[in-house]
């Protein structure tokens, strides 16, 4: 009986998993096809295949300037949420300071407010107060702060043995120096997490960085591929061609980075580093 629910707990895991990555399956499909509108008679054609719409997609935009735009607006929101991140989730887990209970309220209140019910104040300070229009910073600023990446840094923090930190104290070790050398490396599926949540919020953002430049030669991916889809590919021979074109181009990155770290969502024994 337990190997025979073994199986069926496997046969049912790998249909739901079909049934999740169908979307993606029928999304790159189309991208390739040369008329995806009409039926076809097969799960997997054995013609119509055509580059063509990613050909369309990079003669209306700068394909590759959209994406280079798009790894440094992510790239910096990455740099700051996991820099800040760490040291805040540290600081609120593990040191003894003044309104560390009320920072740590604070910081769970803020996660609940939406940040497009900040997004107008946010954009008036960046653009007229900062006046960092039209920069990568002004991108940048409002998302390098992550609330969810500190509490998930807290929570992963608070799980490690106090012991660890205490040895380290004992012998000298200053709090950089035990965060470096012993916290992050036990964090290592809390980091790979923070970096996945955070990539794909920046990376399908388009609201915030139209708002912020005009210029078509700053604009990410996103944004670019957006005014794509709305003005363009309507417009052209094969539209539903150019629409999953666009979203297979947008969401490749995102599949790329998730089986480089699915990897590290590994379980660990964290205390057996401390004895008995």
């Given at each position: ?7 069926l707990r ?21 991208a390739?096809?040369?008329n995806p ?36 607006f992510?790239?910096?929101?990455l ?8 040291l805040?989730?540290?600081?609120v ?18 996660q ?16 007229r107060g ?5 920069t ?17 840094f ?15 104290r ?10 470096r ?24 953002e388009?609201?915030?960085p ?9 604009q990410?991916l996103a ?18 061609g ?27 024994d ?7």
């Amino acid at each position: 009986m337990r190997r025979w629910s073994g199986a069926l707990r496997h046969v049912l895991l790998g249909l739901m998993a079909l049934v999740f990555a169908f979307p993606f399956f029928f999304m790159l499909v189309g991208a390739f096809q040369e008329n995806p509108t009409n039926t076809p008679d097969r799960l997997l054609p054995t013609s119509g295949w055509t580059t063509e719409n990613f050909t369309r997609i990079d003669s209306r935009i700068d394909l590759a300037g959209s994406l280079l735009n798009s790894l440094v607006f992510t790239g910096g929101v990455l740099l700051g949420t996991v820099v800040c991140g760490t040291l805040a989730g540290y600081a609120v887990a593990r040191l003894d300071f003044l309104g560390r209970r009320l920072t740590w309220v604070l910081m769970l209140l803020v996660q609940m407010v939406p940040f497009q019910l900040l997004m107008i104040p946010l954009y008036v300070q960046i653009t007229r107060g900062y006046g960092l229009g039209d920069t990568y910073l002004g991108m940048i600023l409002p998302f390098a702060i992550n609330t969810t990446a500190v509490f998930i840094f807290t929570q992963f923090f608070r799980a490690l043995p106090r012991e660890m930190f205490e040895a380290a104290r004992i012998d000298g070790a200053g709090e950089l120096r035990i965060l470096r050398s012993i916290a992050l490396p036990l964090v290592r599926p809390a980091l790979a997490t923070v970096v996945l949540v955070t990539f794909i919020g920046p990376w399908n953002e388009f609201l915030w960085p139209f708002l912020i430049t005009k210029d078509a030669t700053m604009q990410p991916l996103a944004v670019s591929l957006a005014n794509y889809i709305s003005n363009v590919a309507q417009s052209t021979a094969n539209p539903n061609g150019a629409i999953l074109a666009g979203a297979a181009a947008l969401a490749f990155p995102v599949v790329v980075l998730f089986c480089l770290f699915q990897r590290y969502f590994t379980a660990s024994d964290l205390g057996s580093a401390v004895k008995g």
